[in-house]
């Protein structure tokens, strides 16, 4: 069976941009399968931390900044990923099997070297996670490379 | 921010069915997030398995049975859930971060109690993994349940 | 093979209840494995949420709370899971496949109805990474149970 | 707090290799935590898998080989590390939270570049779940190197 073009085939797959009075954001949606859960019948909380990864990955992606870019090292930058620094996740209220879930990722604040998101999951109108969460681009070496232009351009361009 | 319809706003969500010269498929599309892979820089191969399930998952919601509504017991049945009895997995090639994947789910066989499913994961054209995975259907009371009946409607309904 | 009595056969396998100048804190050791990896070539951040978790429920479960206690409902309470409401973590260096590490989980506050701990991972001497976290008793019924007692009780007879 | 020697400080952390009428086999200690379960209130069917690669992890530790020695390309050999080639896996009975299992693997048979590994996890005496996982160590260049001598030696050590 065939995948001729994955992303033409998929398009909402990286989720969207969009625009509303407090700006730009990006929603991802996430569905909550079997190995989202635990035992306790609701969303194991480590879950949403990795769907905040998701939602931080495809918003960059948007922006035009794949992972794999970045690790390559195009654009004469050195070969660098995304590392995060810091999270305060506050956990309003449990989502269960079978839901479908948006991750919403704006940004808080760009620095010379950090970047900061806020990040938050919805069920329909409900917020049931909030999460702000610094990052910081780390090259090969180890070093934390500047990012505010690359973020800043990407921004300016939507 | 508000997900008014959240099935509705993401029709793809949980892939599609799909109708070739072998019969019906189902084709989820996944995206390889940081959660995915491992140090040796490739997909950790334990990422498949959590796709397959997404797959079969997605498969079974789209011929009309969610993991909720087993679990509530509808339509004067026990509440149930899918458990998986017997895989055998093949790794063919290695998928890498931001890779779009398609994993693929057919029916094998139905017997009185027991769904062998046939599950792969292509990158375009290409298939990475190969997955023949046996599961039934248990009630809350530990017994297997008959799912020939609820599968071949669903299926004869497509 | 036999596991005649596995509780006595890995006396530590939840790690060891220490006293030090700060007062009484947890030690459980973890292994860093595949799965706990990232295609950076270093730890995800996500493992250190489960580790911290699994850091908790050994430290609740050397003070003599087992999650299986809690579910089931022992001592005429209603049966009850730990539920997390509140984390801050800070990222501080990486850790790599291999690694010995030690959580580190001390109890920072006791509440009527939270209980706040102070988690750190270590590699020798160096710590990697530090955690507050709040967590909650949540009956069936979803409303919290007061664990102060509980848990003060369990403090004071060690 | 220190971690003074982490491999001093917790001498079971690698499980422990036994002999018994069947020869050489390695026993490595699991609890159930949060994360090993899902909403069906047992343990995830994916978490054998990882709980199969620690085992093998750290039966080839005690046999003298560290994912980071062969990371590094100890020995004149190039870097390489184990990558999974095939599972089959029989699900026999349920685990539960707060469960302690023990990860047993045997070698079945090496090949010139091929390993096959007899995996099992044990509660007590019973035997919940079987594995048979082939592996192959693969270089940096992507060609799978002849581990046959590495193995058979560190085999005949014991």
């Keep these: ?51 905040c990864e998701r939602g931080r990955s495809d918003f960059l992606r948007l922006l035009g900044n794949s992972h794999r870019d970045l690790d390559v090292g195009v654009d004469a930058r050195e070969p660098a990923a995304f590392v995060v620094r810091r999270m305060r996740l506050d956990f309003l209220k449990p989502a269960r099997i079978d839901d479908v879930l948006g991750i919403r990722t704006r940004v808080k604040e760009i620095a010379a070297a950090t970047l900061t998101l806020d990040q938050a999951v919805y069920r329909d109108e409900v917020c049931l996670f909030e999460a702000e969460v610094m990052v910081v681009l780390v090259g090969r070496s180890g070093k934390p490379q500047r990012l505010g232009r690359m973020i800043r351009e990407a921004l300016a361009r939507t």
């Design 1 to 51: 069976m065939s995948q001729p073009d994955a992303d033409m085939a998929w398009p909402d797959l990286a989720g969207r941009l969009v625009k509303d009075e407090a700006g730009l954001a990006h929603v991802l949606p996430v569905r909550v399968y079997f190995e989202d859960t635990d035992f306790s019948g609701l969303v194991y909380h480590g879950s949403y931390v990795r769907w």
